[in-house]
């Protein structure tokens, strides 16, 4: 299993701002540059969280995938969690919370992943802390925008 956690402190944003670009998933393909289709389903709002299903569409150089997610926003807490167990994965699981501080927002972003294939596993693992970087880095341009 590939785990890694990551703190950021992003200026000129506001945590509402963030918490609301990463549960925006739908639009995920306007700016995520490995995502090419997003639906979403099964949308429920309850005590202030909301619930949904997306169904993603990842293209890598190696391989294109679908794989389907679990997402629960809490905007009381400003925190997002994110699951799933559909190939490519074995399992994800993923939690954004975003801190408003005096001049930045703290960001943290951590995740856990297993993949089906051990060698997509291997292949993920080289550019682990990479991918998820850039995945903090084109959220914080999104909210930028």
Known sequence: MLKKTLTKNVYDCRANDLLNVVADVKSYTNFIPFCSDVEIYDRSISDEIEYFSALLSINFKFSSENFETKVAVDRKSNTISISGDTKPFKSMIADWSFIEKENFCEVTFSIAVSFSSFIKEKI?????????????????????E
């Open 124 to 144: 993920v693992s080289i550019s682990f802390e990479k991918i998820a970087l850039n995945v903090i880095d084109a959220f914080e341009r999104r909210a930028r």
